[in-house]
T-cell receptor, first 115, second 110 residues
Framework: GAGVSQSPRYKVAKRGQDVALRCDPISGHVSLFWYQQALGQGPEFLTYFQNEAQLDKSGLPSDRFFAERPEGSVSTLKIQRTQQEDSAVYLC?????????????FGSGTRLTVV | SQQGEEDPQALSIQEGENATMNCSYKTSINNLQWYRQNSGRGLVHLILIRSNEREKHSGRLRVTLDTSKKSSSLLITASRAADTASYFCALHQAGTALIFGKGTTLSVSS
């Protein structure tokens, strides 16, 4: 596609519910990144993939967070047993090169609200 | 902290004025990037400056980098209402993903 596509755009989850957020990167982009952005803050790194390999997951806040990119294209960020502190915008970005030294292209994000 | 720190946190100017925002950091970097985020949207890459560069221009944008002071500045000349957004600096280090600062919120009034 022409850009990075994320779905759903908005998600309301009841506390304790599992959610899955999807990211469709630009075709051919090697690297894919997930960030979490709280209101009024900058994006906080969660994890990144180079093709299907998850090279860094040091930013995932707990073992309730899990990300995958099984075929090196679409990625899913899953949050199990959601908590109120998980409410944030989840941003996905992709980059043509490894690690994105040349700049990232971001999707519009998924706004997750846990009630 | 590895992230950049933007200054000021918020900036309000009139259309036609110049806007300057700064980013300071503490680690060594490969490059420094600036992004813009309009309310409720994703981030848009504006400009990248490598560690061996001192200044870059792109349209109305001018970025400087001083690696000895570990600081960068973004200048937007002749600002427009459409420039109203949050601006983030992001640090690129070898082997890591970009680390973003907390941003500067720019408001341009007509």
């Amino acid at each position: 596609g022409a850009g990075v596509s994320q779905s759903p755009r908005y998600k309301v989850a009841k506390r304790g519910q599992d959610v899955a957020l999807r990211c469709d990167p630009i075709s051919g982009h090697v690297s894919l990144f997930w960030y979490q952005q709280a209101l009024g803050q900058g994006p906080e790194f969660l994890t990144y993939f180079q093709n299907e390999a998850q090279l860094d997951k040091s930013g995932l806040p707990s073992d309730r967070f899990f990300a995958e990119r099984p075929e090196g294209s679409v990625s899913t960020l899953k949050i199990q047993r959601t908590q109120q502190e998980d409410s944030a915008v989840y941003l996905c970005a992709s980059s043509l090169d490894g690690q994105g030294a040349g700049g990232y292209t971001f999707g519009s994000g998924t706004r997750l609200t846990v009630v | 902290s590895q992230q950049g720190e933007e200054d000021p946190q918020a900036l309000s100017i009139q259309e036609g004025e110049n806007a300057t925002m700064n980013c300071s950091y503490k680690t060594s970097i490969n490059n420094l990037q600036w992004y813009r985020q309009n309310s409720g949207r994703g981030l848009v890459h504006l400009i990248l400056i490598r560690s061996n560069e001192r200044e870059k221009h792109s349209g109305r944008l001018r970025v400087t980098l001083d690696t000895s002071k570990k600081s960068s500045s973004l200048l937007i000349t002749a600002s427009r209402a459409a420039d109203t957004a949050s601006y983030f600096c992001a640090l690129h280090q070898a082997g890591t993903a970009l680390i973003f600062g907390k941003g500067t919120t720019l408001s341009v009034s007509s």
